[in-house]
């Protein structure tokens, strides 16, 4: 997601304003690191912050407003891992296994760290879908695209009859299941799966690399 010009009342341009949304962010955080952003008060962002509500409100429309802005800076960092993560250089030479646990354990890590925000993000982008910026789309795109251009690249290890749709589907495949595990443990279905993350992480990679390598069974 990226940032929604219409969160902000007025763009912080001057140095209070930016102070007072970094403020503001990092409160929000900070109490995303211990609870559901659903059970975070407004009331709890300003004190921790320091912000007052009237400085608050002439900013921002809802607590949900902090959202786009907390995602912003963390698909910044996300952008500059990846590109670093799916740098062909780096893979020159390394089989397609090899290249699926990196894939693999990489979404796993990241949805842990950030957990609390992510989890926020979700529900937002589900219950607002007009939430999620179309250049938060074109990127996320671009991040699947350079994924499975790494993985491609091993064609000649891929057993299934379409490997262009095959791996962008199985790296859905993943993501999906990192998301609800992760992000949505307390769930009925994904608490039912009992999984440490590395546990998440080898299964799912065995799962995508099984999928890409073994071939499909003959039609009846």
Do not use: N
Not at 143 to 165: G, K, S, T, V
Not at 210 to 216: D, K, N, Q, R
Request: charged share 25%; net charge positive; proline share 6%.
């Amino acid at each position: 997601m990226s940032r929604r010009e219409t969160s902000l009342k007025a763009r912080p341009l001057q140095a209070r304003s930016v102070d007072t949304l970094r403020r503001l962010l990092d409160a929000t955080e900070r109490l995303l690191a211990e609870r559901h952003f659903e059970e975070i008060t407004l009331h709890e962002i300003m004190e921790l912050s320091g912000v007052s509500t009237g400085s608050f409100y002439a900013r921002f429309h809802s607590k949900e407003d902090l959202l786009p802005h907390l995602y912003t800076e963390h698909s910044d960092g996300l952008r500059a891992r990846m590109a670093a993560d799916t740098d062909p250089a780096r893979w020159r030479g390394v089989a397609l296994a090899a290249r699926i646990r990196a894939l693999v354990t990489s979404p796993v890590r990241s949805y842990r760290a950030r957990r609390g925000l992510l989890r926020a993000v979700a529900l937002l982008a589900r219950a607002r879908p007009a939430a999620v910026a179309h250049s938060a789309l074109r990127e996320r795109d671009d991040q699947y695209r350079a994924a499975a251009a790494l993985l491609l690249e091993c064609r000649a290890e891929i057993r299934h009859a379409a490997p262009d749709l095959a791996v962008p589907a199985g790296l859905f495949f993943v993501l999906a299941a990192c998301r609800d595990k992760i992000l949505f443990a307390e769930a009925p279905h994904p608490a039912s799966v009992k999984l440490t993350d590395d546990q998440l992480a080898a299964e799912l990679a065995h799962a995508l690399h099984a999928y890409l390598t073994v071939p499909p069974p003959a039609s009846p």
